[in-house]
């Protein structure tokens, strides 16, 4: 059974900067895309950053392109979301997917089997 953790949430100042963390087990070689996806309070869930681990390709949303990195550490099977520049607009509960068959949009959720329950980070300006 797949299972996603998320944690390093919290709250920052405008210009602060967070790391999130996905744990993964039950995955096994069956993993083809993890990603941290978004949501704030009345706003649809959006893509931010998606990683193919096969390969290392990397894909970012415009507005986080430059300030997230995403990561991960295959061995300890960790997802990492290095956040810098935050925003006031950053605010929303973080979400760990991961995808076991190849997408078309990495960054839609459209795709993604496995979710985490989500961090909340909080960005005040």
């Known amino acids: 059974q797949v299972q996603l953790v998320e944690s390093g949430g919290g709250s920052v100042q405008a210009g602060g900067f967070l790391r999130l963390s996905c744990a993964a087990s039950?995955?096994?070689?069956?993993?083809?895309?993890m990603a941290w996806f978004r949501q704030a309070p009345g706003r649809e869930r959006e893509g931010v950053a998606a990683?193919?681990?096969?390969?290392?390709?990397?894909y970012y949303a415009a507005p986080v392109k430059g300030r997230f990195t995403i990561s991960q550490d295959i061995a300890q099977s960790t997802l990492y979301l290095q956040m810098s520049s935050l925003k006031p607009e950053d605010t929303a509960a973080y979400y760990c997917?991961?995808?076991?068959?190849?997408?078309?949009?990495?960054?839609?959720?459209?795709?993604?089997?496995?979710w985490g329950k989500g961090t909340l980070v909080s960005v005040s300006s």
């Open positions: 997917a991961g995808a076991t068959e190849h997408q078309i949009n990495p960054l839609s959720p459209i795709g993604y089997s496995y």
């Open positions: 039950g995955y096994g070689s069956s993993r083809k895309y």
């Open positions: 990683i193919y681990p096969g390969g290392g390709s990397t």
